[in-house]
């Protein structure tokens, strides 16, 4: 380096106590906004239903309905609850009611029991519920 001093210290030894706290309060509250903002995007949704997803088959008329999506467009949890309801229906229902698949990444458990069927899919921070 040529005889010149690596400077070791931070900036921040030259301010006085009064900016050094200005400066963690400034930072503290960006921080806290950063966290709101990310909160915001964790609103649930209420989508529309899927209309008549299964046509000329013994479902034809049964809806997807109820659809919730957190963390994900509405479209998307749209698409994820058409498609991993199809391959649901194509497994063999367990004896203890409850139903659990894998689905594109989507790790899917449906409750079989009592008069309609409830779907919940999970896919990191995001999820998608519907009733069939």
């Known amino acids: 380096m040529g005889g010149q001093r690596l400077r070791t210290l931070p900036v921040l030894c030259g301010?006085?106590?009064?900016?050094?706290?200005?400066?963690?309060?400034?930072?503290?509250?960006?921080?806290?906004?950063?966290?709101?903002?990310?909160?915001?995007?964790?609103?649930?949704?209420?989508?529309?239903?899927?209309v008549n997803p299964y046509p000329g088959t013994r479902y034809e008329g049964a809806d997807l309905t109820r659809i919730r999506a957190t963390g994900i467009s509405c479209v998307n949890a749209r698409r994820v609850a058409r498609g991993a309801h199809r391959k649901a229906l194509g497994l063999t229902p367990p004896?203890?009611?409850?139903?659990?698949?894998?689905?594109?990444?989507?790790?899917?458990?449906?409750?079989?029991?009592?008069?309609?069927?409830?779907?919940?899919?999970?896919r990191g921070a995001m999820t998608v519920s519907w009733r069939f």
Not at 18 to 44: D, E, F, H, I, Y
Not at 97 to 112: A, E, F, H, K, S
Request: aromatic residues 8%.
């Open 95 to 122: 004896a203890s009611g409850v139903r659990r698949l894998t689905w594109n990444g989507w790790r899917v458990t449906g409750d079989l029991r009592g008069a309609s069927d409830r779907y919940f899919a999970l």
């Open 15 to 50: 301010w006085t106590t009064g900016r050094k706290r200005l400066l963690a309060v400034a930072v503290m509250c960006a921080l806290a906004t950063m966290g709101a903002v990310s909160a915001q995007g964790a609103v649930t949704r209420a989508c529309g239903p899927v």
